[in-house]
């Protein structure tokens, strides 16, 4: 592993190898030991599975969950994203689809599961659509168990195809801001420098023009720049 980008939520920590795209959950107590231990050890392990994936078995409800990583490859410049300019050229391709199926199937062949649930992230999970467009069909074609799709995507990739394809498949679609209009487009810029509120907007419009039922999150990001604007107006 070449470089390692460590997130701590307090009880577990999210390390993601920035050059495969591998992510790892661990405990806080095990990250840790490691870390005081052999960090060696602990990269070595994330490591060893297949790069681009991260499982997560939910015992109690009899689910699989995996994560994985299309690209790393962005169209945005967003101020505070740690792979600006870095790995953009990673990219899972039509080739890799047949190892992420065998690497499903291995899970899922070790104890019985009820529901299986993808989650494609990047980068910019859409810059790649493609491989998400025939894994799904893959899927549908190797999978028995029933099978939730979501996508984690900043929403300006979105055209009708896409969506007609994610409302065909019953995606759930997460899309995230940073705040209000004026705050996301000072983050949130394209390579051109440009806002990209107002796209966001209009392909949110377009998606419920073609389904209304569809399953849509959104996620407000509030940071301190945020919360100091809005403490001088209290």
Same mark, same amino acid.
């Given at each position: 592993? +070449?470089?390692?980008? &460590?997130?701590? =939520?307090? +009880?577990?920590?999210?390390?993601?190898?920035?050059?495969?795209? @591998?992510?790892?959950?661990? %405990?806080?107590?095990?990250?840790?030991?490691?870390?005081?231990?052999?960090?060696?050890?602990?990269?070595?392990?994330?490591?060893?599975? /297949?790069?681009?994936?991260?499982?997560?078995?939910?015992?109690? +409800?009899?689910?699989?969950?995996?994560? #994985?990583?299309?690209?790393?490859?962005?169209?945005? $410049? &967003? @101020?505070?994203?740690?792979?600006?300019?870095?790995?953009?050229?990673? @990219?899972?391709?039509?080739?890799? #689809?047949?190892?992420?199926?065998?690497?499903? =199937?291995?899970?899922?062949?070790?104890?019985?599961?009820?529901?299986?649930? #993808?989650?494609?992230?990047?980068? %910019?999970?859409?810059?790649?659509?493609?491989?998400?467009?025939? $894994?799904?069909? %893959?899927?549908?074609?190797?999978?028995?168990?029933?099978? !939730?799709? !979501?996508?984690?995507?900043?929403?300006?990739?979105? =055209?009708?195809?896409?969506?007609?394809?994610? /409302?065909?498949?019953?995606?759930?679609?997460?899309?995230?801001?940073?705040?209000?209009?004026?705050?996301?487009?000072?983050?949130?810029?394209?390579?051109?420098?440009?806002?990209?509120?107002?796209?966001?907007?209009?392909?949110?419009?377009?998606?419920?023009?073609? =389904? +209304?039922?569809?399953?849509?999150? #959104?996620?407000?990001?509030?940071?301190?720049?945020?919360?100091?604007?809005?403490?001088?107006?209290?």
């Amino acid at each position: 592993m +070449e470089t390692v980008y &460590c997130l701590d =939520n307090g +009880e577990s920590v999210f390390l993601k190898n920035l050059y495969t795209g @591998s992510i790892c959950e661990i %405990e806080q107590s095990a990250f840790i030991k490691f870390r005081n231990e052999n960090m060696r050890e602990l990269i070595e392990v994330i490591d060893k599975d /297949v790069p681009f994936i991260h499982s997560n078995n939910i015992s109690d +409800e009899e689910e699989l969950s995996f994560y #994985i990583v299309t690209t790393m490859d962005c169209n945005l $410049t &967003c @101020s505070y994203c740690f792979e600006n300019g870095k790995n953009r050229n990673v @990219s899972l391709s039509e080739k890799h #689809i047949n190892k992420v199926l065998d690497y499903i =199937n291995d899970k899922l062949s070790r104890r019985k599961y009820n529901k299986l649930d #993808i989650y494609f992230t990047g980068g %910019e999970p859409l810059y790649n659509y493609k491989f998400i467009e025939k $894994t799904c069909l %893959e899927i549908k074609r190797k999978i028995t168990i029933p099978v !939730t799709y !979501t996508i984690i995507t900043n929403g300006t990739v979105l =055209n009708r195809r896409i969506i007609d394809f994610l /409302v065909k498949n019953n995606f759930k679609i997460q899309i995230s801001f940073d705040g209000n209009e004026y705050f996301h487009n000072l983050e949130r810029k394209n390579r051109l420098g440009k806002g990209t509120y107002r796209r966001i907007i209009d392909n949110i419009s377009a998606i419920f023009s073609v =389904n +209304e039922e569809v399953a849509l999150q #959104i996620r407000i990001n509030i940071s301190s720049k945020i919360i100091r604007a809005y403490q001088n107006y209290i």
